[in-house]
């Protein structure tokens, strides 16, 4: 196979509606890894995804927290890290507790501690489904101050648009994902997937086209157009489907794609194709 590294988010791609990794796609990363380096690119902490890198043996660099931080898995440490500056923090916040939303706030990576302004349902949900504990602290301002990898603001579908509307319009200088349809994540300045997956590429010098990125959401969609293979979820949002080079319905989808393609490793834009 031509490609180098093959790039994963983790909810709504790799992982079941359950938290796990299917059996199937266990086992072709398995396979996938003896030809390519494999990673992970997610939104999660560190605490949160460290189960799957370990299950899935993982040692290239993951991306964490949508790429506020690149963690290395064979020293432990953070090979980079950026924050939100306190006072950007703390506008963020401001804005986004104008509307009906659950903030959440996330301070550093070796802290596995979320912290949250009330234990409301979402939350208690939110924290379900990523076997995480949370701290509620009510006013979060305060906690912004040593300036934060990212907060993430769960709310109604429907309304989180606004949500989205009023941050872009309060702190320009942050970059605003929806991550989930139900989720709304603030990140620090000049922080998404792609860039950071282009570092990790530099670092490891593997040139982009020689990288496949595979994700579900539009906070997936910066690294999708990054790499040299972008491929999207058959669920994904059209925008993400109509930006990407395939659409997929599964991942071990991807073993054929990859046999057929490894002839090229600068496949040509074309139109995506659902499997």
């Given at each position: 196979m031509r490609y180098a590294l093959v790039a994963f988010d983790l909810d709504g791609t790799l992982l079941a509606p359950d938290g796990a990794v299917p059996v199937a796609t266990h086992a072709f990363l398995e396979e996938l890894g003896r030809s390519a380096r494999?990673?992970?690119?997610?939104?999660?902490?560190l605490a949160?995804?460290?189960?799957?890198?370990?299950?899935?043996?993982?040692?290239?660099?993951v991306i964490l927290y949508h790429g506020a931080v690149v963690w290395d898995p064979e020293t432990g440490a953070p090979l980079r890290e950026h924050r939100i500056p306190p006072d950007l923090a703390r506008q963020a916040l401001a804005a986004a507790l104008r509307f009906p939303i659950h903030p959440q706030l996330y301070r550093t990576v070796d802290d596995p501690t979320i912290y949250v302004a009330h234990l409301t349902p979402p939350i208690r949900a939110f924290l379900a489904k990523e076997n995480r504990?949370?701290?509620?602290?009510?006013d979060l301002a305060p906690w912004a101050d040593q300036g934060p990898l990212k907060?993430?603001?769960?709310?109604?579908?429907?309304?989180?648009?606004?949500?989205?509307?009023?941050?872009?319009?309060?702190?320009?200088?942050?970059?605003?994902?929806?991550?989930?349809?139900?989720?709304?994540?603030?990140?620090?300045p000049g922080v998404c997937k792609g860039e950071a997956l282009a570092w990790l590429c530099a670092r490891l010098g593997i040139p982009l086209e020689r990288v496949v990125a595979v994700g579900d959401?539009?906070?997936?969609?910066?690294?999708?157009?990054?790499?040299?293979?972008g491929v999207a979820m058959a669920h994904a949002p059209a925008e993400v489907r109509a930006k990407a080079d395939l659409v997929i319905a599964t991942i071990p989808s991807l073993q054929r794609i990859l046999g057929m393609e490894g002839c090229d490793p600068c496949p040509r834009r074309r139109p995506s194709v659902a499997l």
């Open positions: 494999v990673t992970l690119a997610t939104g999660r902490s949160s995804a460290r189960r799957y890198v370990v299950d899935l043996g993982i040692t290239t660099p504990k949370a701290q509620a602290v009510g907060l993430l603001f769960i709310g109604d579908p429907v309304g989180l648009g606004e949500v989205e509307d009023a941050l872009r319009q309060a702190v320009p200088e942050l970059t605003v994902v929806r991550s989930e349809r139900e989720y709304v994540e603030v990140l620090p959401q539009m906070s997936d969609l910066s690294m999708i157009e990054q790499a040299g293979l």
